[in-house]
T-cell receptor, first 114, second 114 residues
Framework: DTGVSQDPRHKITKRGQNVTFRCDPISEHNRLYWYRQTLGQGPEFLTYFQNEAQLEKSRLLSDRFSAERPKGSFSTLEIQRTEQGDSAMYLC????????????FGNGTRLTVT | DQQVKQNSPSLSVQEGRISILNCDYTNSMFDYFLWYKKYPAEGPTFLISISSIKDKNEDGRFTVFLNKSAKHLSLHIVPSQPGDSAVYFCAASVGGSGNTPLVFGKGTRLSVIA
């Protein structure tokens, strides 16, 4: 169990630029989740996948955000035309559907939009 | 509309004493509850969970109590240790064992003073 891996750990970008984050879940986990956390708040759900299918998207996920999990393994989260309000910690988590195991989180990607 | 509320942003406890962290929820459909601990620059790590069919679950120094009629749960840490200093998040889901995306509270920062 190598844990959930996220890359990069930190990203600084200028407003208007596009950014992409990657998440590698625990290998046997078929469910993968993206959350966002801002200062003083708990993690907020963005979207999740079961294998390669995107099953749910939060209303927080604007049209500028897109997530993929093309082969049911790693996932990417892209933010287009970044805004200062996108500055946050983006957390990825995974679990095995059908088992009672809880969500396992990665250490996140901290995005700063200047 | 916050469905999971942690009304105490912070708590200080002396080493060796009991820490009690509280959480309230509004959605009566929630039937699975979890506590996560988060250190700075790391993702949340799972601590303990409880299903709505139980009113208590214990794991070593950590005990979670659930009062369904009051829509309230609490986490007890006995005895508290300096390494327990972290932010604690309460989370909830519908459908048992986290089948729906977790909804998190804003967290309580616990400081255990030696």
């Amino acid at each position: 169990d190598t844990g959930v891996s996220q890359d990069p750990r930190h990203k600084i970008t200028k407003r208007g630029q596009n950014v992409t984050f990657r998440c590698d879940p625990i290998s046997e986990h078929n469910r993968l989740y993206w959350y966002r956390q801002t200062l003083g708040q708990g993690p907020e759900f963005l979207t999740y996948f079961q294998n390669e299918a995107q099953l749910e998207k939060s209303r927080l996920l604007s049209d500028r955000f897109s997530a993929e999990r093309p082969k049911g393994s790693f996932s990417t989260l892209e933010i287009q035309r970044t805004e200062q309000g996108d500055s946050a910690m983006y957390l990825c988590a995974s679990r095995l559907q059908g088992s009672p195991t809880p969500l396992h989180f990665g250490n996140g990607t901290r995005l700063t939009v200047t | 509309d916050q469905q999971v509320k942690q009304n105490s942003p912070s708590l200080s406890v002396q080493e060796g004493r009991i820490s009690i962290l509280n959480c309230d929820y509004t959605n009566s459909m929630f039937d699975y509850f979890l506590w996560y601990k988060k250190y700075p620059a790391e993702g949340p790590t799972f601590l303990i969970s409880i299903s709505s069919i139980k009113d208590k679950n214990e794991d070593g120094r950590f005990t979670v109590f659930l009062n369904k009629s009051a829509k309230h749960l609490s986490l007890h840490i006995v005895p508290s240790q300096p390494g327990d200093s972290a932010v604690y998040f309460c989370a909830a889901s519908v459908g048992g064992s986290g089948n729906t995306p977790l909804v998190f509270g804003k967290g309580t920062r616990l400081s255990v003073i030696a």
